[in-house]
């Protein structure tokens, strides 16, 4: 028996009656640690360790062949345990048992692992929200589960243990849609791509992962599923308000075209009578003096004088049209020679007047000059005009860098304003003064704050009313 | 005496201002339609004319070229009034001599009649 001594493999030869060892081979005891002759007379039990309990239930009884695998720790002579995978292998109607033992260790450990994770993984998965599923498709080409876990598995009844033997068909009331199954079917082609389905108002994302089997072709397929449906109407919610939006901007954009091409029209339209008027109120002061006492005359020029300052406010109508709808051409444009050639103008027009005016050099920006022109147009005439009442009056144009940002500002120590009412001075036709303090209708402020906004730039003011006002504005999002 | 031609397709505007002109002892005549335009500053002959900008159907920049292209009238100053804020370099664009803007202002008018018209007869 010298061969079966020095087999690696550990060989004994248990009675089927007493579970006691009759035989063990050299390589048996080396394993366990033993010297050979001890082990003969020793029981499964004792070769266990005592109590051990069997993993799997060895049944030495009599009957015809029989073979089976199971693993064991038995006991070494130093009291240690060691694990052993036995092939175990009665004859039939043998009254011995032929074990045959490898050191288990790996074996045993990996199938122990296995379990244990398997045992994990589905403790975790229970616990989660979602479901963790697992299917493979059978030979009937029907597709089934193997794994179906999760909370959500368990509110719609279909744990592992509730749709064990039942096809993709089955799992759902009225049968799968074709979308489902042909959502599955790819997975089983090997595309791992997510889609939603929609169950009674409820989003459902699912993530499919082939595995491809040793063969290349897809083996199973496993994934997880997630419910979106908060996340999904969230969405829709989203798209749909975007899409009102949309509208609503489109909607609006049609309504301030047409509002901006009705008042050019208008104002237009209005200026043709307008001058009409003016013209023959110019013909009866020529031609009808003689004729008029001097009350008529007066009140024609009454007449023209209202006339003209009609034609000024729907000049200025047409200014703000014309700033709203423009094209904006850039160019450098120099604010300190605008400033002068205004504040000339002003000067040429009510020559008595005395103001004190401080214009800094060489001040460009970028922008449209026909605009900017009309913005310093309004700040500076506003200045000339509320400074109209001061003693020693002081108009001073600069800027100061702050931020990487140029601030521009046009200051004067004339009337000044409320600063509680800031917000309304660039509102069209809001007045801070009665028209007879000062002239005009309150559109001025509003063109310049509608070029500033066209231009980038933003405009603010600060004052106190007898202490003069400061208009702010920038020019493009910040010049370096 | 310096004869205008005013052309505005406004009845109104064309009457006012042929009066405001006359006034002025300027001899005036008139047209509604912008087709008659040319046809009558080869009839009338005036020293310089008065043109609405925006006249219906008219397409103002190749009106002022068959003006312009005229051996005979070719050389008459054309001014255009206007009731918007056009881009006041805009009547160069269309081949004018000058912009002036609605409602006239008489003393206005009248240094532009009389600052076209001498310019015209001294070239």
């Known amino acids: 028996m010298a061969w079966i001594d020095e087999t690696p493999d550990g060989i004994f030869i248990l009675g089927a009656d007493d579970d006691c060892v009759r035989w063990a081979n050299a390589s048996f005891a080396r394993m366990v640690g033993r010297d050979q002759g001890q082990l003969d007379g020793l029981s499964l039990t004792d070769l266990r360790g005592g109590a051990a309990p069997p993993r799997t239930p060895v049944a030495l009884t009599r009957g015809p062949e029989k073979s089976w695998v199971s693993h064991e720790e038995f006991e070494t002579d130093d009291g240690s345990k060691r694990p052993f995978m036995i092939h175990w292998r009665q ?109 009674g108002g409820r989003y459902f994302k699912h993530y499919p992962q082939p595995v491809i089997g040793p063969d290349g072709n897809v083996e199973r397929v496993v994934g997880f599923i997630t419910e979106v449906t908060e996340i999904t109407k969230a969405a829709q919610a989203v798209e749909q308000l975007a899409d009102q939006l949309k509208h609503r901007v489109e909607e609006l954009d049609t309504a301030n075209r047409q509002l901006e091409s009705f008042s050019y029209t208008v104002s237009h339209d209005l200026r043709t009578p307008l001058a009409v008027i003016d013209t023959l109120s110019q013909v009866l002061r020529l031609k009808y003096a003689d004729v008029l006492d001097d009350d008529g005359l007066e009140h024609l020029h009454r007449l023209r004088r209202a006339a003209q300052r009609m034609n000024g406010l729907i000049s200025d109508i047409l200014v703000l049209s014309r ?36 214009i800094e050099d060489e001040m460009t920006v970028r922008g449209d000059p026909r605009f900017l022109s009309v913005v310093l147009q309004n700040l500076l005439s506003n200045a000339w005009k509320y400074s109209s009442k001061t003693h020693r009056p002081r108009i001073e144009v600069g800027h100061r860098v702050g931020d990487g940002q140029t601030v521009f500002h046009v200051r004067d120590n004339g009337a000044g304003f409320d600063p509680a009412h800031a917000d309304s001075l660039f509102v069209a036709f809001q007045r801070l003064h009665t028209a007879e303090e000062f002239e005009g209708i309150g559109i001025g402020l509003a063109t310049v704050k509608k070029i500033i906004d066209r231009h980038g730039g933003r405009i603010w003011a600060e004052s106190s009313p007898g202490n003069g006002a400061t208009f702010y504005f920038t020019i493009g999002e910040s010049n370096q | 005496m310096t004869r205008v031609l005013v052309a505005d397709d406004n009845a109104d505007i064309l009457e006012s201002t042929k009066l405001l002109l006359e006034m002025m002892d300027y001899e005036v005549t008139t047209v509604q339609r912008a087709e008659q335009i040319l046809p009558e500053i080869k009839a009338a002959r005036p020293d310089i004319v008065l043109q609405d900008f925006h006249m219906p159907n008219f397409d103002v920049k190749k009106h002022i070229a068959s003006v312009r292209a005229d051996p005979d009238v070719g050389r008459t100053p054309i001014v255009l009034f206007t009731a918007s804020v056009e881009n006041e370099q805009m009547w160069q664009a269309v081949g004018a001599d000058g912009l002036i803007f609605k409602p006239f202002d008489v003393e206005k008018v009248q240094e532009t009649i009389e600052g076209y018209v001498t310019r015209a007869r001294n070239a």
């Not at chain 1, 020679?337 to 004190?356: C, G, H, M, S, Y």
């Open chain 1, 323 to 358: 700033a709203t709808q423009s094209e904006l051409i850039m160019n450098d444009v120099d604010l300190s020679a605008l400033a002068r050639d205004l504040i000339a103008e002003f000067q040429q027009k009510d020559p008595n007047r005395t103001v004190e005016v401080v």
């Open chain 1, 91 to 199: 004859a039939a109607g043998s009254d011995v048992v032929i074990a045959s033992a490898r050191p288990g260790k790996v074996a045993l450990r990996l199938a122990e692992a296995r379990e244990k994770l398997a045992d994990e993984i589905l403790r975790i998965g229970r616990m989660l929200p979602d479901v963790l599923f697992s299917c493979e498709k059978r030979k009937d080409g029907k597709i089934y589960w193997t794994l179906n876990e999760g909370r959500l598995a368990e509110e719609f009844h279909v744990t592992t243990e509730e749709i064990r033997g039942k096809p993709l068909e089955e799992l759902f009331p009225g049968g799968a849609s074709e979308k489902i199954r042909s959502e599955f079917e790819a997975a089983f082609e090997g595309e791992a791509k997510e889609w939603v389905n929609e169950m």
